[in-house]
């Protein structure tokens, strides 16, 4: 299918033992309807030579920053302009800490401060180069600069490791392109109810017991699910975070409001995601004035909040299908096993926030997704990507499975 008709894209390859996958990606880009046009590091040339590429994309690569001969044909500033986008594939742990210092000491790096189109990242590197807090770091950065993080990957390494940082699949880079520059509508029709962020539940009227949830997640879901075609009402506690394009948003402050906009809202919906981080319980009363202080000890009295995730799975009419989250500090399988059954859920999105890379104000996240018959995980990435391929295995369920 040509999608990506006529897009054109800059592919950056740096010098990693996963650089010999770039010949594949080319191909199937121009096969998709990209024009390529490839720009190489010199570490790049030592794993894979810079005629294969010219050979697959039907240009000349762009190597060098002060080539004259490349200049003239179609210099850096010309190329920075000319991309729909500029995706990085291969990306070491070296052109990333560039890259996230601003740096403009070679071709690729110049290009990339110098372009107004979106920048993706696809990194490659030793599974402990990529834990590094330094990389984290740096992925951070740029993720907050609006970069894309695609991938790593988990799996054996060339190195004899096992883990995090093989380069994303060629097909698998194609579909994320895809949806950068030319959105599916998979969605349309659909009506998707989420909640987001923590409850605030007032002690006195100064006060309240809450929680660290950022609302990232669930807003990054509410993002694509909206992106995608689908009527999204997004009930966020509250967020410091701005309203995703076309979503309808509604804002309350605890778990009692949350739940009364859940269930106003929720039997008109196709779908019902719960990311919201609510209170569990509520102090009993809240005080009037402001409590004073003074006795060394305080007892508070607090009350169960209704489980609205629960109570929207339980319904005997016009049931959504139904996805809750469940993050944990241990044990993840067996607790959101737990949930998923005592809760009535369709499928279980587990997070372990113990890990410093995907809590809560974290920008990346990794999910174990649980329903009845099977589990599947869905490795570190940047939230809005987790988010794509998160409504993905959603819609696959839903199709397979669920008959409202
Ligand atoms: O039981 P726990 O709070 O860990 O369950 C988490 C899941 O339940 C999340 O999907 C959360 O949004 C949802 N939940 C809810 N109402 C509550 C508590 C949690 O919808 N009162």
Redesign the pocket.
């Known amino acids: 299918m040509a999608n990506l008709a006529g897009k054109k894209i800059v592919l950056g390859v740096t010098g990693s033992i996963a650089a010999y996958k770039a010949a594949e990606l080319v191909r199937r880009l121009r096969d998709s309807g990209a024009v390529v046009r490839v720009v190489m590091t010199p570490a790049a040339t030592a794993f894979i030579t810079p005629l294969t590429l010219q050979a697959l994309s039907g240009y000349p690569v762009s190597q060098d920053l002060l080539d004259p001969a490349a200049e003239a044909a179609m210099g850096h500033i010309a190329l920075a302009k000319w991309a729909d986008l500029v995706l990085i594939a291969p990306a070491t742990a070296a052109v990333l800490a560039r890259l996230a210092c601003g740096l403009a000491d070679d071709l690729l790096t110049t290009l990339c401060l110098a372009t107004t189109a979106p920048i993706a990242v696809a990194p490659a590197m030793n599974q402990q180069m990529y834990q590094a807090s330094a990389t984290q770091h740096n992925l951070q950065t740029l993720i907050q600069q609006g970069v894309s993080l695609w991938g790593p990957g988990e799996g054996s390494q060339a190195c004899g490791d096992q883990g995090l940082g093989r380069l994303l699949e060629p097909a698998g880079l194609v579909a994320e392109i895809e949806q950068l520059l030319a959105p599916r509508n998979d969605l349309q029709g659909m009506r998707w109810l989420l909640?987001a962020g923590p409850t605030q539940e007032a002690l006195d009227p100064v006060r309240f017991i809450s929680n660290h949830s950022s609302g990232k997640m669930g807003f990054a879901v509410a993002q694509a699910a909206a992106a995608r075609g689908a009527a999204v009402t997004l009930i966020s506690g509250p967020v410091a975070l701005a309203t995703p394009p076309g979503v309808h948003r509604v804002g309350v402050t605890s778990?009692l409001e949350m739940s009364a906009a859940v269930m106003e809202r929720v039997q008109l919906q196709d779908l019902f995601v719960?990311?919201?981080?609510?209170a569990?319980y509520r102090p009993k009363s809240c005080a009037p004035q402001k409590l004073k202080s003074g006795e060394p000890i305080m007892t508070l009295t607090l009350v169960k909040?209704?489980?609205?995730?629960a109570q929207v799975a339980q319904l005997q009419e016009r049931r959504p299908y139904t996805v809750?989250?469940?993050?944990e500090t241990e044990q993840l399988a067996r607790y959101a096993r737990a949930?998923l059954l005592d809760?009535q859920l369709d499928l279980i999105c587990a997070n372990d926030i113990s890990r410093v890379d995907q809590g809560f104000h974290s920008e990346t996240n990794a999910l174990h997704l649980y329903w009845s018959q099977g589990e599947k995980r869905l490795p570190l990435t940047s939230k809005s990507q987790l988010a794509h391929q998160l409504i993905d295995e959603i819609m696959q369920h839903y199709h397979a499975n669920y008959r409202p």
């Open positions: 909640t778990a719960a990311c919201a981080a609510v569990d909040n209704p489980d609205m995730v809750g989250f469940a993050a949930k809760k």
